[in-house]
């Protein structure tokens, strides 16, 4: 089962594999044509009505698979405005093929006879897909209307046009119109919609490789844009809880932080170090505590600010005083909000009891620590994590050179970064990325994203300093690093 948003992010990632999205339209294309073959015989006419977008191109595909049947293509709306080059290529191809089309620029004047004014046995929807959004617009509301008049088998390509593939909802609101289909091929995947339709639902392979859902990729940056129209805030809020024996760790952390596209990062650290946070940068917002190391008198302070966060960011440069694991361990017990733990902060998750939503970022060697256990093959220390994940109910980014992302349910593994990233100060880094994307994206998807990130800007630092690579190289290489190219 996969949503529409995850597809679009495997899709993203497949094509960073070298699979790009006009290979796997052929091969939706070429399903659609074996599932017309599957309902009507060679001569049969057949009406492909296909909307401007990929899901109209996976049909004018399927029309050069279907060169046994009477084949009529409908273009809903102009040539010149089909809205991806791959679908307008595939267009081209038809003409070039002298394969018959039609372009239906007057809704009224949609018919789906063929020219000889025969009725067709077979009607392909491929109007809209997963791009589409609100209830049908004209043209595609009167063709649908047309085509659930028909007696023709209607099959639709990836999902019913009109109806929304993750709920199985008409898109729009009131008397809306959705292509009632006896058939759906659909893509890769089961969706989770479609099980509710009266319709039999195939699932096409398109030769998505395993990899674009195992691994992460630029797909996993998808929907973490701003919003244009977003206010101060809306794009996190994190606080930072570390220093004491350290000032870097907690700095290198607040810096990841807002070049991951928060908004507002503050640090809560212990005055002795405070203004030496604060000498680093004036971006940060610092919050000195009483002494020069955290402890139990603390917490009440650190609670209240970090409820006024959306995430909080708890371990980096903390040291392991044990007064300070009392404070870690008496915030966690009270805090129920969402927080990274990292550093030394982790080896108080397995003893504590906590209502917090926990996103953990060990190396393998805090994860012994803790009491999860390791393997050197990584789908064997793949399953461990996972299965350690639900022990401890949160989510966990075990770093290593392939990192480990579980939430308990799904696991996601990352293969960028390189050994130079081994020096001190890169884990903060991470630490204060994972806040950032925390704070605007679900936890597994957040650390999934920000390990894959912290590791491209590490491979860019790699390329610029060799084994130079230290952690301050990492936090401005992350804009560039999260550019998801689309
Ligand atoms: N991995 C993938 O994601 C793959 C996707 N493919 C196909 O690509 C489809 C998605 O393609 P697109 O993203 O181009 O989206 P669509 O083909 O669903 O069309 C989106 C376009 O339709 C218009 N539109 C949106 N809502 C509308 C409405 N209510 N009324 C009228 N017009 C509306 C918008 O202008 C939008 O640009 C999938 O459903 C699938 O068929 C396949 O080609 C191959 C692989
Ligand atoms: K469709």
């Known amino acids: 089962m996969i949503t529409t948003d995850r597809m679009a992010a495997v899709d993203a990632n497949a094509a960073a594999l070298g699979v790009p999205r006009k290979q796997l339209m052929e091969s939706s294309g070429n399903a659609v044509a074996s599932e017309v073959r599957a309902v009507a015989d060679p001569g049969a006419a057949v009406a492909l009505v296909c909307g401007r977008g990929n899901n109209g191109g996976d049909a004018l595909v399927a029309a050069r698979f279907l060169s046994a049947y009477d084949v009529t293509v409908h273009l809903l709306g102009r040539p010149e405005t089909i809205r991806t080059d791959i679908a307008r290529e595939n267009w081209d191809a038809l003409a070039s093929a002298e394969i018959p089309t039609e372009a239906v620029t007057d809704a009224s004047e949609f018919d789906v006879t063929d020219p ?8 392909v929807d491929a109007m809209l897909g997963s791009g589409v959004s609100g209830g049908l617009r004209e043209p595609e509301r009167t063709a649908a209307t047309a085509i659930n008049a028909t007696d023709a088998t209607v099959i639709a390509v990836d999902v019913p046009s009109g109806i ?9 609101e009131g008397d ?5 289909a006896d058939r759906v091929v659909t893509f890769h995947d089961e969706k989770p919609g479609l099980a509710a339709l009266d319709a039999a639902v195939t699932v096409a392979d398109i030769g998505i490789p395993a990899a674009a859902e195992r691994f992460t990729g630029p797909g996993d940056l998808l929907g973490l844009d701003r919003d244009p129209d977003s206010h101060k805030g809306d794009n996190g809020e994190v606080l930072v809880v570390g220093g004491g024996p350290y000032t870097g760790a907690p700095t290198l952390s607040a810096l990841a932080a807002l070049r991951a596209g928060a908004d507002l990062v ?3 650290c212990p005055e002795s170090v405070a203004s030496a946070v604060q000498g680093f940068s004036p971006n940060v917002i610092v ?13 009440d302070r650190v609670a209240s600010l970090a409820a006024d966060n959306d995430v909080t960011v708890v371990g980096p440069g903390l040291g392991t005083d044990d007064g300070t694991r009392e404070f870690v361990h008496e915030f966690l017990t009270e805090y129920a909000g969402r927080a990274v733990v990292d550093a030394d902060a982790l080896r108080v998750v397995p003893e504590v009891d906590t209502d917090a939503g926990l996103i953990c970022t060990p190396h393998q060697g805090e994860l012994v620590g803790m009491g999860g256990e390791t393997a050197s093959d990584p789908d064997e220390r793949a399953e461990l994590v996972r299965a350690f994940a639900t022990e401890i109910g949160g989510t966990l980014l075990v770093k290593g050179a392939v990192d480990v992302v579980s939430d308990g349910a799904a696991v996601r593994l990352n293969r960028t970064g390189n050994p130079g990233m081994t020096v001190g100060g890169t884990g ?3 630490a204060g990325t994972v806040g950032a994307l925390a704070a605007v994206t679900d936890s597994f998807g957040a650390a999934a994203a920000a390990a894959y990130a912290v590791g491209r800007a590490g491979d860019a630092a790699a390329d610029a300093n060799g084994a130079g690579l230290v952690a301050t190289d990492l936090p401005d290489r992350l804009p560039e690093a999260m550019r998801n190219g689309e």
Not at 176 to 180: C, K, Q
Not at 287 to 299: C, E, N, T
């Open 428 to 430: 903060d880094v991470l």
């Open 266 to 268: 503050r640090v809560a």
């Open 176 to 180: 809306s119109v959705a292509v009632d």
């Open 116 to 123: 000889g004014g025969r009725d067709p046995e077979v009607v």
């Open 287 to 299: 919050r000195a505590l009483p002494g020069d190391r955290l402890g139990p008198s603390h917490v």
């Open 164 to 172: 929304d593939a993750d709920t199985g909802d008409p898109t729009g």
